[in-house]
T-cell receptor, first 114, second 115 residues
Framework: AQTVTQSQPEMSVQEAETVTLSCTYD???????LFWYKQPPSRQMILVIR??????QNATENRFSVNFQKAAKSFSLKISDSQLGDTAMYFC???????????FGKGTRLHILP | DAGVTQSPTHLIKTRGQQVTLRCSPK?????VSWYQQALGQGPQFIFQ???????QRGNFPDRFSGHQFPNYSSELNVNALLLGDSALYLC??????????????FGPGTRLTVT
């Protein structure tokens, strides 16, 4: 069975700083997808970034980038120039190829301080 | 364009009762997935509907059932409610399957409290 582990329950950083959220996963699959989702307080969950395991290049979306280490089964999210609006719960998630069951980690609560 | 909408927003039920939650997908989306998010946890996949059929199912008992209508809206039914069913129930819709590259859009959720 696949598992997703986020070892940082909560983090706080100052506005404009860079922060990295950790995620490790366990799978015997060779092809899969990894995601980071953001759930702001009392607002809807949105997709931040998506990575296909067969792609060696790390995904990037504006200030958000990932460090995907397939051999280590690690998938961290880096947020550059953090903004107050980045305050949210962040979930790392895994999905097998040919399977739409997304498995979420327990989340990291991120506070951006003014 | 309205995104994914869910009703009701909040619901309080008693153990043993039955509940129906509703979801309207984002315009143009044909696939609906349901998740259960217990307090302090990540969402857990319940099932997915596509073309009015249950396409995939997570590890949830048969007390959890669903339906998708021809207009792609969906319902989640839970029978014989247990205290442990208290959670935020999220609906997500997509045009096609996530494995094919579709992005899931989530609704605001229905907060179910079982007393």
């Amino acid at each position: 069975a696949q598992t997703v582990t986020q070892s940082q329950p909560e983090m706080s950083v100052q506005e404009a700083e860079t922060v990295t959220l950790s995620c490790t996963y366990d799978t015997s699959e060779s092809n899969y997808y990894l995601f980071w989702y953001k759930q702001p307080p009392s607002r809807q969950m949105i997709l931040v970034i998506r990575q296909e395991a067969y792609k060696q290049q790390n995904a990037t979306e504006n200030r958000f980038s990932v460090n995907f280490q397939k051999a280590a089964k690690s998938f961290s999210l880096k947020i550059s120039d953090s903004q107050l609006g980045d305050t949210a719960m962040y979930f790392c998630a895994f999905m097998k190829s040919r399977d739409d069951k997304i498995i979420f980690g327990k989340g990291t609560r991120l506070h951006i301080l003014p | 364009d309205a995104g994914v909408t869910q009703s009701p927003t909040h619901l309080i039920k008693t153990r043993g009762q039955q509940v129906t939650l509703r979801c309207s997908p984002k315009s143009g989306h044909d696939t609906v997935s349901w998740y259960q998010q217990a307090l302090g946890q990540g969402p857990q996949f319940i099932f997915q509907y596509y073309e009015e059929e249950e396409r995939q199912r997570g590890n949830f008992p048969d007390r959890f059932s669903g339906h998708q209508f021809p207009n792609y809206s969906s319902e989640l039914n839970v029978n014989a409610l247990l205290l442990g069913d208290s959670a935020l129930y999220l609906c997500a819709s997509s045009l096609g399957w996530v494995e094919a590259g579709a992005e899931q859009y989530f609704g605001p959720g229905t907060r179910l409290t079982v007393t």
